[in-house]
């Protein structure tokens, strides 16, 4: 017999599972095909059975006291009335040409070129932050 998962990375393989179905439910409500209204009706219902088994779980996980952050959760799951995290202000002027110039350009933290002679994106910032300076 298999045990249950109780850890928290389990926890957030689930939140993931929960949001790629209410992906796919959005999907399918907006962009399918269907050739009668009953089709999609019952295309809906799998697909939500399937979700209230993966919510059902993830609630049972979570009053068990499996630790989540509240950033995994799935955007269905999140509390209404708590405003997404704001980010941190800078406090000097440097600090604010350093985001902005950041902002400028796309951050790939795992591209197959990071910290080589072939990452432009980091000649890019140089730039930049040579431009600011002058």
Same mark, same amino acid.
């Given at each position: @017999? ?6 928290? /990375? ?9 949001? #790629? %179905? ?6 399918? @409500?907006? %962009?399918?095909? %269907?050739? &009668? ?7 809906? !219902? ?15 996980? *979570?009053?068990?006291?499996?630790? /989540? ?6 955007? $269905?799951? !999140? +509390?209404?009335?708590?405003? +997404?995290?704001?980010? +941190?202000?800078? *406090? ?9 110039? &950041? ?6 933290? &795992?591209? +197959? /070129? ?8 980091? $000649?890019? !910032?140089? /730039? #930049? ?6």
């Amino acid at each position: @017999m298999a045990a249950a998962l109780t850890h928290k /990375y389990h926890l957030k393989s689930v939140h993931e599972e929960i949001d #790629l %179905f209410d992906r796919k439910l959005a999907h399918l @409500m907006n %962009f399918e095909k %269907f050739d &009668s209204e009953e089709e999609r009706a019952t295309a809906v !219902r799998k697909l939500n059975v399937k979700r209230a088994a993966l919510v059902k779980s993830a609630l049972q996980l *979570a009053a068990d006291g499996v630790e /989540y952050k509240q950033n995994d959760l799935p955007r $269905s799951l !999140r +509390p209404k009335d708590v405003a +997404p995290e704001a980010a +941190p202000t800078p *406090a000097t002027p440097e600090a604010e040409v350093a985001v902005e110039a &950041s902002s400028l350009v796309r951050k790939q933290s &795992s591209g +197959p /070129y990071t910290g080589t002679s072939l990452d432009w994106q980091a $000649s890019v !910032r140089e /730039y #930049l932050k040579k431009k600011n300076k002058a």
